[in-house]
């Protein structure tokens, strides 16, 4: 795992929690120095550490390995083929059809 991806973990685990680092670091019997460092990326836990810190959050760790999906491989290599402005165009299209959605969504449960 990459040490990036193991802050923003244990951060968003906390986070769903509602813990601070000092209650996390408290339940997971670890000094909340740790779990600062591990969340700031100062740190790389081991994987024991990191479950210990998500289970103490009330969570749980899941991994499984999957085939390269080649659609999706495929749908990347066509993005990159592109222009910055292009995929730039494409993402602010995405963002506008997804905030329309959510209006939509938001005026149908005034009803």
């Known amino acids: 795992m990459e040490s990036m991806a193991i802050s923003d973990l244990v951060r968003e685990a906390r986070r769903r929690s509602g813990l601070t680092q000092t209650e996390l670091a408290r339940r997971a019997g670890v000094p909340k120095s740790t779990v600062g460092r591990i969340e700031s990326g100062a740190r790389s836990p081991s994987t024991r550490m ?4 998500v289970h ?3 969570l749980r760790v899941s991994a499984s390995l999957a085939e390269p999906d080649p659609a999706t491989d ?4 066509r993005s990159l083929r592109r222009s910055p402005k292009e995929r730039l165009e494409d993402a602010a ?10 209006r939509e969504i938001a005026r149908g449960s005034d009803d």
């Open 50 to 53: 990191v479950e210990r810190l």
């Open 74 to 77: 495929a749908m990347f290599e």
């Open 56 to 58: 103490a959050a009330g």
């Open 93 to 102: 299209r995405v963002a506008r059809f997804v905030l329309r959605a959510r």
